[in-house]
């Protein structure tokens, strides 16, 4: 199969239009049979739920080429299932994970040409999505929906790849408590995007989210988890009801402990531990593992002991590993690699 003549390299994280994606509709109470389509534009009555009351999630994971030249995804078992709890959550209908693997190989599949090459530094994002597309005028659920699978080619997620970035800690909440902060809710990112865009205006990289009832307690990111490494080598990770459960993070926790040897906790972590950090990094499909150089808490900045230039030596360990995995140099655990061709 020949590839697409794209610069790869070159890519950043935006999106590309590929020729194949999955559609399914669920109309009276039942999914029907879904299959590719080459539309990409979604025409939606104009009170749709998703246009109205924001009734939608979606899901994240990356198709990789491997050394040898095979096509694999990283656990998108684990992404269908986290779309299920979304669904749940949003009154929205289940659309079952063995399905959704299988769409998410066939759309895959159709896109080959699209997925980068092995060593090119860019991998194809594939992103389903679910929306309420029935009409509703009242606050309530939707009574027909959409759940579709398509693709982009993308590099890195942070611009300068994986210069260590700068934060601050954010104003804003992201999450409440027994709030939408646990699934990937489209409307937890809508609600993010003045924080952004205020960071960025900032000079800032990204906001660093603390817990919405006290202030105290690190969460995440708009689009990461955090990890952290202590000045003893831990690797740590903040505990709390309110965060995604990143499947990058819950990958990295079992590296750490099963392939490195490193202890690992997933706790509480308090707003004034920051400065006892030796390393500090974002996590997630699309940031894979950014390191964090500097955060910033209202003017006081906390330097992490691992500079602005690399990443720190655990950082680098852990994303050596997790994308050793991931592109077929090192053994996955067993189910981690779903092959597709
Ligand atoms: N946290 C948030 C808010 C996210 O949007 C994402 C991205 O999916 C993550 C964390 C990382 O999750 P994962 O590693 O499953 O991509
Ligand atoms: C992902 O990492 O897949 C996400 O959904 C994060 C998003 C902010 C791009």
Not at 12 to 20: C, E, K, L, N, R
Not at 134 to 145: L, N, Q, S, Y
Not at 214 to 223: A, F, P, S
Not at 333 to 338: D, E, M
Request: proline share 5%.
């Amino acid at each position: 199969m020949e590839k697409k003549n794209i610069d790869w390299g070159e890519l950043g994280f935006s999106y590309i239009q590929t020729d194949w994606r999955y559609v399914a509709n669920y109309v009276n109470g039942v999914w029907e049979e879904g299959g590719l389509t080459a539309e990409a534009d979604v025409v939606i009555n104009e009170c749709a739920g998703v246009l109205q009351y924001s009734q939608s999630c979606f899901e994240g994971l990356k198709a990789y080429t491997t050394e040898d030249g095979r096509i694999v995804t990283f656990r998108p078992d684990l992404n269908g299932q986290r779309m299920e709890d979304s669904c749940k959550r949003l009154e929205m209908p289940v659309y079952p994970k063995e399905k959704f693997v299988e769409a998410v190989i066939e759309t895959v599949r159709a896109n080959a040409a699209y997925v980068p090459p092995f060593g090119s530094g860019a991998t194809l994002y594939i992103r389903p999505c679910m929306f309420a597309s029935g009409p509703v005028i009242g606050v309530k659920p939707a009574d027909a929906f959409q759940f579709r699978v398509f693709t982009t080619p993308v590099g890195p997620y942070f611009k300068g790849g994986v210069k260590p970035l700068t934060i601050r800690i954010s104003d804003f909440d992201r999450a409440a408590p027994n709030g939408t902060g646990h699934i990937k809710a489209g409307l937890n990112y809508a609600m993010s995007l003045h924080a952004i865009v205020d960071a960025h205006n900032q000079g800032y990289d990204e906001n660093m989210y603390l817990d919405a009832a006290t202030h105290t307690k690190v969460e995440e990111t708009g689009g990461a988890n955090f990890i952290f490494v202590t000045k003893d080598n831990q690797v740590v990770t903040p505990k709390s009801g309110s965060i995604l459960p990143s499947i990058t993070r819950r990958s990295l926790m079992y590296v750490a402990k099963e392939y490195l040897g490193l202890e690992t906790q997933e706790r509480e972590i308090s707003r004034e531990e920051l400065t006892e950090f030796a390393e500090c990094g974002l996590c997630g499909t699309a940031a894979v593992i950014s390191p964090v150089g500097k955060i910033v808490d209202h003017g006081r900045e906390i330097c992490l002991p691992s500079g602005m230039t690399d990443m720190g030596p655990v950082t680098k360990k852990l994303y050596d590993t997790l994308t050793g995995i991931q592109m077929g140099r090192l053994e996955a655990p067993a189910g981690w690699i779903q092959e597709i061709g």
